[in-house]
C-alpha cells in the first residue's frame, strides 16, 4: 500500500485526522551467503531490501497502546504496564510487543501511541520479516521516548538491532543471532553489509552484479523457527565448540576455527551429526571471506559457485533445507544464465536467491515455476529485489 493509503486506513481505524500521523520503515533482507553462522561469530553478507515494514503512529496522551496491520482484523490493546502479560498469548503483535518491554528495560520512556502496521515483505519467506518489524517498532518508540524526554538526537539504529534481538530471545523465545536485525537497521542502498557477528564490526560493499540481478523465489512453505529445530542447532554448535576447545584451548567461538584446523581435529567431535554442524559453520565462515574478495574484485562467477556450495552445505551438513528449497536450487542452476542460487534465511522453507542474467530472467521465471509447480501442486513466488537502505522515519 501507498503511504497515502495506510494512513487513510489508520484514521478509519482510529478516528482523528492526518495531522500528527508519522510515518516509520524498516525492511526485510536477503542473506547473500553466510548462513546460520551469525550466532557462531562468523562474518555474513546481508542486504537490505525494499520490501519492509512500514508503521503510521500517532502518539496518544495516556499509556494505552494500540496495534493492527492493514491486512488483518485482529486489533490488540494493552498499556505500557500490561505488555508483558501477554506474552504467548497473542496470534499477532508479539514482535512488537517484545520489543517495546526491551525498550523499556534499556531505559526508554515508552508512550501510548495508536499503531497501524503494513508488510511488503512476506511473512515466513526467510526474507526477514519479523525483523523488519521489529526495528521499526524500535526505532518508532525509542523516537517518541527521545521527543518525551527533550533528546534532540538521532536514535542509534545499532543499539535498536540490539534490543530487537533480545526481543526474539525474550519474548518470542527463539534464540536468534544478530544478522537480521542489524541488516534491517543498517542496510544502505545497493550495498551489501559485511558484518562481523562477534563485534558487529561492519563495511558496506557496493553489490555491483552487472548485467545480472537478485532473483528471489519464495517456496510458499513457512517456516517456524521455533518449529526448524533453530534452538537444536544451536545447541549442537555448543557441543562441537566445546569439543574442539579441548584441542583448541585459544577460541571462544566456532568462527575462530579455521578450515586446516577443524580437519586437523574434527576427529574429537565424536557424535557424527554435530561433526556436520560444525563443518558446515567452519567452511561457511570461510566462504563469506571468498565471497567478498570475489565481489571486490568484480568476479561474480565464483560468488555464485560459492553460492551453489553453500546451500549443499545447509542441504546435507547442516540439514536446514526441504524438498522444496532444494529442487529450487538444483533446477535453478540447470537453466542458462544463472550464476548461483542457494537458501536464504533459516532453511525448512522460505526463500532461495539466484544471480541471473537480467535477459535470462523471463526464461528463469517461466521454467522454474512450472516445474515447481508440477512437483508440488502449488505456485512459488518471484521477487525481482532492489537493495534498498535500512531503518528511518519517513517525513
Same mark, same amino acid.
Given at each position: 500500500?501507498?503511504?497515502?493509503?495506510?494512513?487513510?486506513?489508520?484514521?478509519?481505524?482510529?478516528?482523528?485526522?492526518? %495531522?500528527?500521523?508519522?510515518?516509520?520503515?524498516?525492511?526485510?533482507?536477503?542473506?547473500?551467503?553466510? %548462513?546460520?553462522?551469525?550466532?557462531?561469530?562468523?562474518?555474513?553478507?546481508?542486504?537490505?531490501?525494499?520490501?519492509?515494514?512500514?508503521?503510521?503512529?500517532?502518539?496518544?496522551?495516556?499509556?494505552?497502546?494500540?496495534?493492527?496491520?492493514?491486512?488483518?482484523?485482529?486489533?490488540?490493546?494493552?498499556?505500557?504496564?500490561?505488555?508483558?502479560?501477554?506474552?504467548?498469548?497473542?496470534?499477532?503483535?508479539?514482535?512488537?510487543?517484545?520489543?517495546?518491554?526491551?525498550?523499556?528495560?534499556?531505559g526508554y520512556d515508552i508512550v501510548g501511541c495508536d499503531l497501524l502496521y503494513d508488510d511488503t515483505t512476506p511473512h515466513g519467506g526467510g526474507l526477514s520479516s519479523s525483523a523488519a518489524i521489529e526495528v521499526s517498532t524500535a526505532l518508532m518508540f525509542a523516537?517518541?521516548?527521545?521527543?518525551?524526554?527533550?533528546?534532540?538526537?538521532?536514535?542509534?539504529?545499532?543499539?535498536?538491532?540490539?534490543?530487537?534481538?533480545?526481543?526474539?530471545?525474550?519474548?518470542?523465545?527463539?534464540?536468534?543471532?544478530?544478522?537480521?536485525?542489524?541488516?534491517?537497521?543498517?542496510?544502505?542502498?545497493?550495498?551489501?553489509?559485511?558484518?562481523?557477528?562477534?563485534?558487529?564490526?561492519? %563495511?558496506?560493499?557496493?553489490?555491483?552484479?552487472?548485467?545480472?540481478?537478485?532473483?528471489?523465489?519464495?517456496?510458499?512453505?513457512?517456516?517456524?523457527?521455533?518449529?526448524?529445530?533453530?534452538?537444536?542447532?544451536?545447541?549442537?554448535? %555448543?557441543?562441537?565448540?566445546?569439543?574442539?576447545k579441548t584441542v583448541l584451548p585459544g577460541i571462544n567461538e566456532l568462527a575462530e576455527v579455521s578450515v586446516e584446523d577443524f580437519e586437523a581435529h574434527k576427529d574429537v567431535i565424536t557424535n557424527e551429526i554435530t561433526r556436520k554442524r560444525i563443518k558446515h559453520?567452519?567452511?561457511?565462515?570461510?566462504?563469506?571471506?571468498?565471497?567478498?574478495?570475489?565481489?571486490?574484485?568484480?568476479?561474480?562467477?565464483?560468488?555464485?559457485?560459492?553460492?551453489?556450495?553453500?546451500?549443499?552445505?545447509?542441504?546435507?551438513?547442516?540439514?536446514?533445507?526441504?524438498d522444496e528449497l532444494d529442487l529450487l536450487a538444483d533446477e535453478a542452476r540447470k537453466l542458462s544464465g544463472v550464476i548461483g542460487s542457494r537458501m536464504t534465511g533459516a532453511g525448512f522453507g522460505g526463500c532461495t536467491v539466484s544471480i541471473v542474467k537480467k535477459?535470462?530472467?523471463?526464461?528463469?521465471?517461466?521454467?522454474?515455476?512450472?516445474?515447481?509447480?508440477?512437483?508440488?501442486?502449488?505456485?512459488?513466488?518471484?521477487?525481482?529485489?532492489?537493495?534498498?537502505?535500512?531503518?528511518?522515519?519517513?517525513?
Amino acid at each position: 500500500m501507498e503511504i497515502i493509503d495506510i494512513k487513510k486506513q489508520f484514521i478509519e481505524t482510529f478516528g482523528g485526522s492526518d %495531522e500528527e500521523l508519522r510515518v516509520f520503515t524498516s525492511p526485510g533482507r536477503v542473506n547473500l551467503i553466510g %548462513e546460520h553462522i551469525d550466532y557462531c561469530g562468523g562474518h555474513v553478507f546481508p542486504a537490505a531490501l525494499t520490501m519492509k515494514t512500514t508503521i503510521v503512529a500517532r502518539k496518544r496522551n495516556d499509556n494505552i497502546i494500540r496495534l493492527k496491520a492493514t491486512d488483518l482484523d485482529i486489533l490488540v490493546e494493552t498499556t505500557t504496564q500490561d505488555m508483558a502479560s501477554l506474552k504467548g498469548k497473542l496470534k499477532w503483535g508479539d514482535y512488537q510487543l517484545g520489543v517495546a518491554i526491551e525498550l523499556m528495560k534499556a531505559g526508554y520512556d515508552i508512550v501510548g501511541c495508536d499503531l497501524l502496521y503494513d508488510d511488503t515483505t512476506p511473512h515466513g519467506g526467510g526474507l526477514s520479516s519479523s525483523a523488519a518489524i521489529e526495528v521499526s517498532t524500535a526505532l518508532m518508540f525509542a523516537t517518541f521516548s527521545n521527543e518525551k524526554k527533550g533528546i534532540d538526537s538521532s536514535v542509534d539504529m545499532i543499539e535498536m538491532a540490539k534490543l530487537s534481538q533480545l526481543a526474539e530471545h525474550n519474548f518470542i523465545e527463539v534464540n536468534c543471532g544478530i544478522m537480521d536485525q542489524f541488516a534491517s537497521a543498517m542496510g544502505k542502498k545497493d550495498h551489501a553489509i559485511f558484518l562481523n557477528c562477534s563485534n558487529l564490526d561492519f %563495511e558496506h560493499i557496493p553489490l555491483e552484479l552487472g548485467d545480472a540481478c537478485l532473483v528471489l523465489t519464495n517456496t510458499n512453505k513457512k517456516h517456524s523457527l521455533g518449529a526448524s529445530k533453530y534452538n537444536e542447532r544451536r545447541m549442537e554448535c %555448543e557441543e562441537g565448540l566445546n569439543a574442539l576447545k579441548t584441542v583448541l584451548p585459544g577460541i571462544n567461538e566456532l568462527a575462530e576455527v579455521s578450515v586446516e584446523d577443524f580437519e586437523a581435529h574434527k576427529d574429537v567431535i565424536t557424535n557424527e551429526i554435530t561433526r556436520k554442524r560444525i563443518k558446515h559453520v567452519v567452511y561457511e565462515c570461510d566462504r563469506v571471506l571468498r565471497s567478498v574478495s570475489a565481489l571486490k574484485s568484480g568476479d561474480i562467477a565464483t560468488f555464485g559457485q560459492l553460492m551453489n556450495q553453500s546451500h549443499d552445505s545447509l542441504r546435507y551438513d547442516y540439514e536446514v533445507t526441504c524438498d522444496e528449497l532444494d529442487l529450487l536450487a538444483d533446477e535453478a542452476r540447470k537453466l542458462s544464465g544463472v550464476i548461483g542460487s542457494r537458501m536464504t534465511g533459516a532453511g525448512f522453507g522460505g526463500c532461495t536467491v539466484s544471480i541471473v542474467k537480467k535477459d535470462a530472467v523471463p526464461e528463469f521465471k517461466e521454467k522454474l515455476g512450472k516445474i515447481y509447480l508440477e512437483t508440488f501442486g502449488h505456485p512459488c513466488d518471484f521477487y525481482i529485489s532492489e537493495i534498498g537502505d535500512g531503518g528511518r522515519e519517513i517525513k
